[in-house]
């Protein structure tokens, strides 16, 4: 049976060598090939925004741009903020990002984030660890905040579920009160994470840098983090780095 000729073929079979097959960048290495084709890696950050934490917002604001280009030296990363206040707040207890590595939209989104409301002294954590569930492919959660879960809601389910879908809650403790350090660390422990004391707020662009790098890259990545930033580092900082869980990459 006669083949007719193929009518307007695709410029990869116009050449004889195929070198428009080639890529036209050759990859180092297979880690290069891996990095160009991987997901990035998702982070959700759950944050208290009622007006105790305001100092804390306009902090994170400010560290925002240095903190993803710290981060995007390491790997690929989509973020989602979301601040979250208390129930009396109706329509604003949650106010979420959509997930994105860049530093104009994350930082529009957080400048207009308004620090009040709340109520009484426990905020609406379980549901903020509800947004962290129903997100999809999640890696880690980070949460901060100064005042603990209401007791009578029931967020330690929430956080054996964060737990048994692999993404562990990594919750930093602002100021010195008992319930939320109890139940910070109780969310935690309960998702397979790490609770930690945040004593100075100087010290969050780097908490959230070296929590967001050890998953990306483990501790190949914190080495070099460290080999970049080490001299900088705060002793606080330098002791939650001891205290994470030991890498699988």
């Known amino acids: 049976m006669r083949q007719e000729p193929i009518k307007n073929p695709p ?3 116009k050449t004889q060598d195929h070198q428009s097959l080639r890529p036209k960048h050759k990859l180092r290495n297979y880690e290069d090939l891996i990095e160009q084709y991987a ?3 998702r982070i ?3 944050v208290d925004a009622t007006g105790s934490m305001k100092p804390l917002w306009d902090k994170t604001v ?3 741009q240095e903190l993803i280009r710290r981060i995007l030296e390491t790997g690929k990363i989509e973020l989602s903020w979301v601040a979250y206040r208390d129930y009396c707040d109706h329509h604003r207890i949650i106010e979420q990002s959509n997930w994105s ?3 104009e939209y994350l930082k529009t989104f957080m400048a207009k984030i308004v620090c009040n409301g709340g109520g009484d002294f426990p905020e609406a954590v379980e549901k903020a660890l509800e947004v962290a569930i129903n997100e999809s492919e999640v890696s880690r959660v980070i949460l901060i905040g100064d005042a603990p879960p209401h007791a009578d809601k029931d967020y330690r389910s929430k956080a054996i579920q964060l737990g048994k879908l692999n993404r ?3 919750s930093f403790v602002v100021g010195n009160h008992t ?3 109890r139940t910070f660390g109780e969310i935690s422990d309960l998702s397979r994470g790490v609770s930690f004391n945040l004593e100075n707020q100087d010290d969050i662009l780097d908490l959230i840098a070296v929590t967001v790098i050890d998953q990306i890259g483990g501790q190949k990545s914190l080495g070099k983090y460290l080999d970049a930033y080490g001299s900088k580092l705060s002793p ?3 002791n939650f780095i001891q205290q994470l869980p030991p890498s699988k990459k």
């Open 44 to 46: 959700i950050g759950l």
């Open 236 to 238: 606080s900082v330098k």
């Open 39 to 41: 997901k990035p890696t």
């Open 179 to 181: 319930d939320t350090k």
């Open 168 to 170: 562990p809650v990594f």
């Open 101 to 103: 590595d860049s530093v």
């Open 62 to 64: 400010q560290s925002i």
């Open 11 to 13: 410029d990869y079979l």
